[in-house]
């Protein structure tokens, strides 16, 4: 891949049972979910192996007793269950689609050969969860026995007894289920034994239920999250809770037994107990300090010296809700000082959402934006922490990064509107501003750096600018007084602007051809805006170059960027453009100072509209910028981050895309060289690191140009364009691109007149006038300004690299037009049936509500709203669609307009 997933910070610290030991004899590992992935971890080597196939979130985890097998499940569609080498990370064994939901828990029999799994719970149809078990070590796909629970609880827990493979119990809120399978008839059958619960027995409310395991001698408990324990204990053969015990000081989160003779309790108190089977405490582990306890795992092997004989137990380590991995051994336990007791801090995540990451410029360190109020500084090279500094997240949470391009600040956004400008070395405060209430969503340094600019959720724009003022201060010498003249800088808010009416999008600076710098925002209103950082001051406050100037008609901004320079020599760019991205899947291209639309291309499709993109090339001056590499990386706002190689064109080869995160994708980051990404999944509490392969997409760029061994490419193109047309139907070689020559030739006829008797000039080009004519023969009917646009595109198409007008359009130049041009997504029924809703529900008439609305409300909108039809065009139009110039009188629904009046059969979706 040109995108290689090479370390991951943060794990899911709210996953139960989620944090493994594999520690086994000299091996020192452990194994934990960080969003879609799995982790094994060398504590000793300081390296990850990364578990990738999973595209939904981890949910359950469960590791084998000899610590040879990790098993993984996630929820969600296109689900997973996944044996793994716990030493290699190989992947053995996969179910796809082990239940229509996705797998909710999952456990491994001791012997590790069996899985036992629950589905995930169906929210939409309620439908009951199911019990799966599997032998993952046979050749068959499917579970050896399925069977519905007889409840519709949501089940939480699942385990086999250790001692007995054939026996299983789960847990949800308020009921637990023991199951027995065993091998019948040729068949295996499974059965659920719900266990006989008398609350009156105990006299006490019994709390939630939370987790499970069997216990020595066909015992079984249950934890609740009042610190209690169920006892479940065979009578007349039947599952009966005997006694209720208050164990613990909070939820017990964590209930396992260990070394068959002692019971393992942990949970929101932040503290580890152990029992013996009598449930007397033997040992207990209270001052680690490191917050509620989701899981606890212990090594394969116990310590080789035991402090003591009577409690021993193997290393274990601790995760918890704080996302923090402690390793804790039992000889702990001994020491008198709290200090000595609270074990070494393995691994350390963000305990809340991560949504800001920046890379510094010349140095190799990425800082890091929790929502629990960290800034955490890493150094990506040698994967170590260098610092962290933690803010009151009550009051200050961190959104946003930036550093600016010397490295010598670090910007971070707030959620409470709050500006601070770090010291990168220290992360403390070197200034700090509050002119807004709004949490910060956007933030960007000038190429300069005596400029930065943030954006708020309320779509204003705020400009900070660096002054450098001339101080002189007396000092006195042995010859009299004299005077030393000194720079003072300081940071000024020059002001804020509402400039969109909708969220902003896209907020960049940029570096003229000339040398000037520019400030432009992007927004879902479809307004794209140029600040005046000449003329914005301290009295004027920030001030406009021009109007706002709409860039969309109907599709919604999503991303922009400033497109860099390239090339070099005489091909070197010289028109500065900006690029937008919008919800229809297209890039254009804009004249940085005319806002005119010089290119639009088809953009990648991998993950839905693209919601950051980030050119590979720093913004430097203008004599260092040759050395721009011209790719683009880019983020969705779900799942997908990719690479697109510039100039875009539409060529689908030259971009690529991967699932990077579960979830949304909340911040995208390189590193100043360009060979290293950084991405925050937001939600998933997690930030990973790529390393940049741009090789891998020119090697695809390359292929696209070649035939494949069984591919034929029509006589009328050459193979400059084969990526475009193996976009039509039919490929290289077929019907729609045949269709499209003779249309293109027939083009050239009208030009020189259809009854003309001159002798025919047939050449290789037609005229832009004929653009519209030949979209609108090939099923795409642009609008006006899409015309407008198209032929700007095509006579400015050499203009940013020599400077020249074209007059014409050749065949192969309009294959790329129609291919970039016309929409990802067609035209649909639902998109006119929403339309006319709106349309009916502005309707003052009274035209029949619903999705009905008045004909002569609807010709008038047709007559003055947009691109206005007049009444003759509009007339000649129904005409030809229904053989009368009107309609006539009362309401036309949009199932009437779609059948009756634009000719599309009732089943077109």
């Known amino acids: 891949n040109a995108l290689q997933l090479e370390w991951t910070f943060g794990f899911n610290n709210k996953l139960t049972s989620g944090v493994h030991n594999l520690s086994a004899g000299d091996r020192y590992a452990l194994f934990y979910v960080s969003a879609h992935s799995g982790v094994i971890y060398d504590t000793s080597q300081r390296t990850q192996t990364l578990l990738q196939g999973h595209k939904n979130p981890i949910t359950a985890t469960a590791v084998s007793n000899d610590k040879k097998y990790i098993v993984t499940g996630d929820t969600g569609s296109e689900s997973l269950m996944v044996v793994w080498d716990a030493n290699t990370g190989t992947p053995l064994k996969t179910f796809f689609d082990p239940s229509p939901t996705g797998v909710g828990c999952l456990d491994i029999s001791s012997d590790g050969r069996y899985l036992v799994s629950v589905s995930a719970p169906d929210n939409e149809t309620d439908s009951p969860q199911t019990l799966s078990v599997w032998d993952w070590t046979s050749e068959s796909e499917t579970p050896l026995c399925v069977e519905a629970f007889p409840h519709s609880e949501t089940q939480v827990c699942v385990k086999f007894d250790p001692w007995n493979n054939s026996e299983i119990l789960s847990n949800g809120p308020k009921r637990a289920f023991f199951w027995t399978w065993s091998a019948e008839d040729g068949g295996v059958s499974l059965k659920c034994q719900p266990p006989k619960l008398q609350k009156a027995k105990f006299g006490q409310v019994i709390g939630v239920f939370t987790s499970s395991c069997f216990l020595v001698g066909g015992k079984a408990v249950t934890g609740t999250v009042d610190g209690d324990v169920v006892v479940w204990d065979s009578i007349d053969g039947r599952r009966n809770a005997t006694k209720l015990i208050r164990l613990g000081e909070g939820a017990l989160t964590v209930v396992t037994i260990v070394k068959d003779q002692f019971l393992c309790l942990a949970g929101e108190d932040g503290a580890v107990r152990f029992y013996d089977m009598h449930f007397r405490l033997e040992a207990w582990f209270e001052d680690m300090e490191a917050g509620a306890i989701t899981s606890v795992s212990f090594a394969r092997d116990e310590p080789s010296s035991p402090t ?151 779509q204003h724009v705020y400009i900070h600018r660096l002054l450098l003022e001339e101080v002189t201060d007396g000092a006195s010498t042995t010859g009299g007084s004299s005077l030393a003249n000194s720079i003072r800088a300081s940071w000024c808010y020059i002001g804020r602007y509402r400039s969109h009416s909708a969220p902003i999008v896209s907020l960049q600076f940029g570096l003229r051809e000339g040398g000037d710098q520019g400030l432009f925002s992007i927004g879902e209103d479809k307004f794209l805006v140029e600040y005046d950082l000449e003329t914005s001051s301290l009295a004027d406050g920030v001030c406009l170059v021009e109007d706002p100037r709409q860039i969309e008609q109907e599709a919604t901004p999503t991303a922009g960027c400033w497109h860099p320079l390239l090339g070099d020599g005489e091909t070197k760019d010289f028109e500065d453009r900006i690029v937008s991205v919008n919800n229809e899947f297209k890039v254009r291209e804009w004249n940085a100072d005319s806002k005119a639309c010089r290119r639009t291309t088809l953009g990648p499709c991998f993950g839905g509209p693209i919601s950051i993109m980030l050119p590979l090339a720093p913004e430097t001056p203008k004599e260092n910028n040759s050395a721009a590499k011209p790719y683009c990386a880019y983020a969705c706002s779900e799942k997908v981050v990719g690479l697109c190689k510039m100039p875009f064109d539409g060529n689908p080869a030259k971009s690529m895309g991967i699932i990077a995160h579960p979830g949304g994708i909340s911040a995208l980051c390189a590193s100043g060289d360009a060979s290293t990404l950084a991405t925050a999944g937001g939600s998933d509490c997690t930030v990973n690191l790529w390393s940049v392969h741009t090789e891998v997409v020119d090697e695809a760029e390359a292929k696209s140009y070649q035939l494949a061994p069984n591919e034929s490419l029509s006589p009328a193109v050459t193979t400059s364009v084969l990526p475009f047309v193996r976009m039509l139907d039919g490929g290289a070689d077929g019907h729609e691109l045949n269709e499209l020559v003779d249309f293109f030739y027939y083009a050239q006829l009208r030009t020189q007149g259809e009854d003309t008797t001159q002798p025919r000039d047939i050449r290789s080009s037609t005229t832009l006038s004929e653009i519209s004519h030949l979209m609108s023969a090939m099923g795409h009917y642009p609008s006006e300004v899409e015309t407008l646009n198209m032929v700007n595109e095509v006579k400015y198409s050499a203009f940013t690299t020599m400077g020249v007008l074209k007059e014409e359009i050749d065949l192969e130049e309009f294959i790329k037009l129609l291919v970039n041009h016309r929409p990802v997504i067609g035209f649909t029924k639902d998109a006119l049936e929403d339309a006319f809703r709106v349309l009916a529900a502005s309707d003052k008439t009274g035209g029949g509500g619903g999705n009905s609305v008045d004909w002569g409300k609807l010709r008038n909108e047709l007559n003055s709203s947009g691109e206005a039809l007049s009444n003759d065009d509009l007339s000649k139009c129904l005409e030809a669609l229904v053989g009368a110039p009107d309609l006539g009188d009362g309401a036309v629904t949009a199932e009437e307009f779609i059948q009756q009046v634009l000719g599309f059969e009732a089943n077109v979706e």
């Open 308 to 458: 003591r004989l009577d409690f021993t137990t193997p290393n274990f380590v601790v995760g918890t809700r704080m996302a923090y991995i402690v390793h804790m051994e039992s000889a702990l336990f001994e020491e008198v000082e709290a200090e000595s007791r609270r074990g070494t801090l393995l691994v350390q995540g963000m305990s809340d959402e991560a949504h800001g990451v920046a890379m510094h410029p010349t140095r190799s360190e990425l800082a890091i934006a929790s929502y629990s109020g960290g800034v955490y500084l890493w150094d990506y090279v040698s994967k170590t922490l260098l610092m962290a500094r933690q803010f009151d997240s009550s009051k200050l949470r961190p959104r946003t990064l930036c550093y600016d391009p010397s490295g010598n600040h670090l910007l971070v956004g707030f959620t409470s509107g709050v500006v601070k400008l770090l010291d990168p070395s220290t992360l403390q405060d070197s200034v700090s501003f509050k002119n807004g209430r709004d949490p910060v969503t956007l933030a960007c340094f000038s190429p300069r750096g005596e400029l930065f600019a943030t954006a708020d959720a309320s």
